[in-house]
């Protein structure tokens, strides 16, 4: 058997909204992952210098504040640089600022190098079965 | 007969001898003769011991008793590689300073050919190797021991302290190999752990078994009992005690020793340096409660170039270029205008070389307003600063020299100590205190307590 992915988690910028990543964290624990845990306000560099360090399959980034798409400008080009480029980057939470169309925004997030972007209010465990397993897989991570 | 102790330093130049009475805790006799380490080092040792006993009526009971330090024949000089500069780099290099050592070389990522030549030309007493979380990238680790491995003899010893899934590939590698490896526990076991203990200890343990040797210090062993660890390594290990305290003697609590020398100046914190106000960030490593650095580029005599660069910005006494190049050929400051040059140097070495040891403070601008953001430790809160050092202690004006290490109203993003009491390393036996507090820790804090003056 391979071992448990490595899963990152955080929130981006200074977006101190820690609760959702760590109910993102728990699920990914219960679910049987090795889960680093990185808590509120992560900057892009330090999710990258982990990411490095650790050997990480994926990054669950959140961002509730709405400044994401600030805090990520250079974010691509970095973990491209730093030889991430093959790691699964979901991000999810409140992506922009009042209410918006999810499906309007998911090609700016996937432009910055998301794999998958998720609406406000997504189901983690649902995620982690139908997604994140099938990705890993498919990458032959699991 | 009085119970003394003999405690000695070997340094670079001099090698100093400290006789203390254990029961009067009290500083009996000292000398001070120069080092011959590059010829045998037993003769500046006979040297120092015959003024002694001429002084004290001690003889070879005493000597066989006597513990050493030494930071002879270039100090224990070492390498270290990690993977990232923040991460895996930084820790190795906080082990391998905080056990007392001279990095030479700090190295992140998979090393280059033209790196490990420059290693091999620099011919460390130790390779230190870190690189990966436990379970974490093993890549970069298994690669750069597989460097390390191809080198010749002027490479002999190595420390592993990376993931420990790599351990076995890296133990293949250097399976018919003649370099002495070590393995220990991974400086950085998960992000933001730092570990160096284990490692601290494997690389004193080195330096006790092998490399004493290897620079012929080891044969002061035919008169002394052992040479236990490096200097620095026991001035921090002076400093911690003077913090901690010993059983029911209480410490003096979190503190700083500055050491400045003439090649560098070493800093010692002893504090958890946690931030001061809850709602502050910590980024980056959590560094160790006893941490060292040491300025390579801040000395009065040898490394002074550094420092007339600082200088550029601010107002020189009149010939200072002359003076400052009579301070380089050795010259003591005698003049009122040479005190005065060796003063500003003196200030600005101490101002520096604090301001880098110490943790800073951003302030981030986000959508609710400020956050502060603290790197490093918060040193704000200690009370006690100790000098030690020549140009520290020989000094006609110690406390306007210790007073730089302080807090600045004109740059509050440094957190330096606030409002400290001020100590002067007068006798010169911190390191002193450190050898003997491996054996009767409780009298070298009272000898200590006895010697260091408040000013
Ligand atoms: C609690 C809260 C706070 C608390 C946070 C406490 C804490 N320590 O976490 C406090 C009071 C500090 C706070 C402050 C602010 N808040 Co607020 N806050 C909320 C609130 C009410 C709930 C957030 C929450 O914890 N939800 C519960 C958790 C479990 O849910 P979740 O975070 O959404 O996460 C779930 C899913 O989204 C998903 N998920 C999360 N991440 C990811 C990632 C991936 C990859 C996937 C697949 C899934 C996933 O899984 C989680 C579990 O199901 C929301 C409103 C709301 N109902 O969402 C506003 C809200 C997020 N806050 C908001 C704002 C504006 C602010 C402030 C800027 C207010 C201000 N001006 O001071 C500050 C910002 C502070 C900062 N620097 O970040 C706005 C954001 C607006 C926007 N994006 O357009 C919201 C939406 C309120 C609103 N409707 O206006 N806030």
Do not use: W
């Amino acid at each position: 058997m391979k071992k448990a992915p490595t899963i990152i988690t955080g929130t981006v910028g200074v977006d101190a909204h820690v609760i959702g990543t760590k109910v993102v964290s728990r699920a990914l624990r219960d679910a049987g992952f090795n889960v680093v845990e990185l808590g509120m306000q992560v900057s892009p560099e330090e999710f990258i210098n982990v990411a490095q360090e650790t050997n990480a399959d994926a990054i669950l980034m959140s961002s509730l504040y709405g400044m994401a798409e600030l805090d990520l400008k250079e974010f691509n080009e970095k973990r491209r640089e730093a030889g991430l480029g093959d790691m699964l980057l979901y991000i999810g939470g409140n992506l922009v600022i009042g209410r918006y169309d999810p499906k309007e925004v998911e090609p700016r997030f996937k432009k910055l190098g998301f794999d998958r972007v998720y609406p406000p209010e997504t189901d983690i465990v649902a995620v982690i079965d139908s997604d994140l397993k099938k990705d890993l897989k498919t990458k032959g991570k699991m | 007969m009085d119970d003394i102790r003999l405690l000695i330093d070997f340094g670079s130049t001099f090698t100093k001898v400290v006789a203390v009475d254990l029961d009067k805790v009290e500083v009996v006799a000292t000398a001070r003769v120069p080092s011959t380490v590059e010829s045998d080092i037993t003769v500046g040792l006979g040297e120092a011991l015959k003024k002694i006993e001429e002084n004290t009526g001690i003889g070879d009971l005493e000597e066989r008793e006597a513990l050493a330090c030494s930071s002879a024949a270039g100090g224990l000089r070492m390498v270290c590689a990690g993977f990232v500069p923040e991460l895996t780099s930084k820790a190795a290099n906080l082990a391998a300073l905080g056990a007392g050592a001279k990095v030479i070389g700090c190295y992140s990522h998979k090393l280059t050919q033209q790196e490990i030549e420059e290693i091999e030309a620099a011919s460390p007493d130790i390779v230190l190797l870190s690189g990966g979380t436990d379970g974490g990238d093993e890549q970069v680790i298994i690669h750069n021991a597989s460097m390390v491995s191809r080198t010749g003899r002027a490479i002999s010893n190595v420390i592993i302290a990376g993931n420990k899934t790599a351990c076995d590939e890296i133990r293949a590698i250097f399976r018919d190999n003649s370099k002495n490896v070590l393995y220990t526990s991974n400086v950085m076991p998960e992000i933001g752990v730092l570990d160096v203990a284990p490692c601290n200890k494997e690389i004193r343990d080195l330096f006790m078994r092998n490399i004493i040797e290897a620079k012929g210090i080891a044969r002061a062993k035919a008169i002394i009992k052992d040479v236990i660890m490096p200097t620095p390594s026991a001035v921090l290990e002076a400093a911690r005690l003077i913090a901690d305290g010993y059983g029911d003697a209480g410490g003096f609590g979190d503190l700083i020793v500055i050491d400045v020398g003439g090649a560098t100046t070493d800093v010692h914190s002893i504090a958890q340096g946690k931030p001061a106000r809850p709602d502050t960030i910590i980024a980056g490593l959590h560094e160790p409660y006893e941490k060292r650095t040491v300025e390579g580029d801040l000395g009065l005599r040898y490394n002074l170039d550094r420092l007339l660069e600082l200088v550029k910005e601010r107002e020189t006494p009149p010939n200072f270029d002359a003076i400052v190049k009579g301070f380089h050929e050795g010259k003591l400051p005698q003049t009122g205008e040479e005190k005065a040059c060796h003063l500003l140097l003196s200030c600005l070495t101490m101002e520096v070389a604090v301001s880098r040891h110490a943790g800073r403070i951003e302030v981030v601008y986000g959508p609710t307003g400020e956050t502060l953001v603290q790197h490093g430790k918060d040193l704000t809160h200690i009370k006690t600063v100790i000098g030690t050092g020549g140009p520290v202690v020989f000094s006609g004006n110690r406390r306007e020299i210790l007073e730089h290490a302080l807090f600045r109203e004109d740059n509050p993003f440094v957190l330096k100590p606030r409002d400290p009491d001020l100590y002067i390393d007068e006798q010169y036996i911190l390191y002193a205190v450190g050898l003997l507090s491996q054996v009767e820790p409780e009298k070298a804090l009272n000898l200590a307590r006895k010697y260091l003056k408040r000013i």
